[in-house]
């Protein structure tokens, strides 16, 4: 006999959108670090126009770009 692998889908939890909690600055601080890392260059982010979408979701656009920093 197959198993039953349905999953009820908790829809409270869909609708609380967590982005909203974490602050943009954060965000591109994370983008930046992360980027950074896998280039090996020093790099900024930026991130504007943010829309947070009803499940959980987030669109925005995001702007990286070499930062000049004269001590790397």
Same mark, same amino acid.
């Given at each position: ?20 909690? %974490? ?10 670090k992360?980027?950074?890392e896998? %280039? ?9 126009? %943010?829309?947070?979408t ?17 001590e790397?």
């Amino acid at each position: 006999m197959a198993e039953n692998n349905e999953r009820t889908i908790d829809v409270n939890k869909l609708l609380q959108n967590k982005l909203k909690a %974490v602050s943009i600055a954060d965000i591109e601080a994370g983008v930046a670090k992360t980027v950074s890392e896998l %280039v090996g260059e020093d790099y900024k982010c930026t991130i504007g126009d %943010v829309k947070y979408t009803m499940f959980s979701g987030a669109d925005f656009h995001i702007k990286i770009e070499l930062s000049y920093n004269p001590e790397s």
